[in-house]
C-alpha cells in the first residue's frame, strides 16, 4: 500500500470514527448511505421514493453498525475530493422528512 492509499484509510477511519460517535439511529444511516450510493451511480438528486428502497435493502441486509460508517465516510471522501464527478457537492440535504 502506497502512501497516498495509507492516508486515504487514516481519513476514512477518522470520518468513521467520529460518524460513529454520533450515535445515529441505524435507520439514518442506512438512508445517508443510500444517498451516497445513488450518488455515486450518477443519480445525483434522486427522488426520495428510491432512496427510500435503497435504504431499506441496506436496512435489511443488516451490514454492521460500524461498516455503514465507514461506507458512508469512504464515500463522503471520494466525492469530496471529486472522484466522481465536477463540482460535486459536500453535503447531502436530508431527504427523509
Known amino acids: 500500500m502506497n502512501e497516498k492509499d ?5 481519513r ?5 470514527y ?17 444517498e451516497r450510493q ?3 451511480e450518477k443519480l445525483e438528486f434522486p427522488i ?3 432512496i427510500r428502497e435503497r435504504a431499506a435493502k441496506i436496512f435489511f441486509s443488516s451490514p454492521p453498525y460500524d461498516v455503514i460508517c465507514w461506507l458512508i465516510s469512504e464515500l ?3 466525492i469530496d475530493n471529486d472522484i466522481f464527478k465536477e463540482n460535486s457537492p459536500s ?5 427523509e422528512d
Open 18 to 34: 467520529f460518524l460513529s460517535k454520533e450515535n445515529l439511529p441505524y435507520d439514518k444511516l442506512c438512508w445517508m448511505l443510500a
Open 6 to 10: 495509507k492516508e486515504l484509510k487514516e
Open 48 to 50: 426520495k421514493n428510491v
Open 12 to 16: 476514512i477511519s477518522v470520518a468513521a
Open 91 to 95: 453535503d447531502f440535504i436530508n431527504k
Open 76 to 78: 463522503d471522501n471520494l
Open 38 to 40: 445513488l450518488y455515486r
